[in-house]
């Protein structure tokens, strides 16, 4: 095919280091039943080591210029010309993958990894695993500690519904173009509810409302938020601290308080 330039707007690099492709590859530890999803193909360079070791390849890609070649060059693969973030992982289970889990690789689009991993939060019943290129700036944060400029939501949250790994650090040299910051392979894996009473879509709203304001106190962050006609005075939790020196068992004690007083109100 003719050469692709990456698109910024989609916030494209390419990897062109095969020795890197080759050491994401072996981190799946692939199996040929695996139902694998790979995000932003691109054109194709992990793809062309993915096609031999499993059967069961979803690539999803957003970029019209490169369906083509991928549809030419893996005949065999399915391919969703669609933008990852709209993409209902339900029906891709159902109708690619006869209802397994999916397991997921790429080098994801840096300006939305966030969100990637939101939507694996959202879809956290039907996902195996995952490992992704992503800034090692974010890679940081998903293993921070309380205390750190690093912890804030995305930590706890995956904490709560992955086992985020950093394998490994990317330099810049094996992307083209090159970006101005450090990548790096992360290993995510599904974990089973710790706790099925937890009505999870509160969690994620305290947790973001607990660092909606990273310089105030816990108790004035929540109370600048939809908590604000909540009853504090029950909470077993020293809420003049603020948000970044709570623990992941704390948020989740915090959303089950909340969570009595709504029942209690219906």
Known sequence: MKKVKPLKKFSQNYLIDKNIIKKIVDQLELKKE?????????????????????????????????????????????????????????????????????????NIPFNITSPILFKLFEYKTIIKDAVFIMPFDIAKKLNAKPKTKEYGILTVLTNYFLEPKILFKISPNVFRPQPKILSAAVHLKSKSRADKLLDEKLFITVVKSAFGNRRKTLKNSLSNSIFEVYNYSGIKLDITKRAEEFELKDFIYLTKYFQEQINAKQ
Do not use: A, M, W, Y
Request: with cysteine; glycine share 6%.
């Open 34 to 106: 695996d139902c694998l999803v790979e995000i932003g193909p691109g054109i194709g360079s992990i793809t062309e080591i993915l096609v031999d070791k499993c059967d069961n390849l979803i690539l999803i890609e957003i970029d019209t210029r490169v369906i083509e070649h991928l549809t030419s060059q893996f005949q065999q693969i399915k391919i969703i010309n669609d933008d990852f973030l709209k993409v209902d992982l339900s029906k891709v289970s159902s109708e690619f993958c006869n209802k397994k889990k999916l397991r997921f690789t790429g």
